[in-house]
Nanobody, 120 residues
Framework: QVQLVESGGGLVQAGGSLRLSCAAS????????MGWVRQAPGKAREFVAA????????AYADPVKGRFTISRDYAKNTVVLQMSSLKPEDTGVYYC?????????????RGQGTQVTVSS
């Protein structure tokens, strides 16, 4: 069982930056793929970014490439999503996610979510 708790998020103007952090705990967490997914109002949940258990593979969704950076601190059991050049279309609930195989929009574990709102 993996527990995920997000922090960060909030309201920011377009072009601004936000930092999301996820604290993870539980057995076997260190071997899990970790990442972020998001869901905008009225839309399906979508993959944002992920990093594998040893940092050898990092993946980003096309809409966030070059603007978002994911990092993982193995000593602190945290995963951080640094978001820059934010756009109104980045608005949504962001969920920290974990999966024993690979993080997708249907990851095995998700946190409670944190709201990100980007105003135009």
């Amino acid at each position: 069982q993996v527990q995920l708790v997000e922090s960060g998020g909030g309201l920011v103007q377009a072009g601004g930056s936000l930092r999301l952090s996820c604290a993870a705990s539980g057995r076997g967490f260190s071997r899990y793929d970790m990442g972020w997914v998001r869901q905008a109002p009225g839309k399906a949940r979508e993959f944002v970014a992920a990093v594998d258990w040893n940092g050898s593979r990092i993946a980003y969704a096309d809409p966030v490439k070059g603007r978002f950076t994911i990092s993982r601190d193995y000593a602190k059991n945290t995963v951080v999503l640094q978001m820059s050049s934010l756009k109104p279309e980045d608005t949504g609930v962001y969920y920290c996610a974990a999966d024993a195989l690979i993080v997708t929009s249907d990851a095995e574990y998700r946190g409670q979510g944190t709201q990100v709102t980007v105003s135009s």
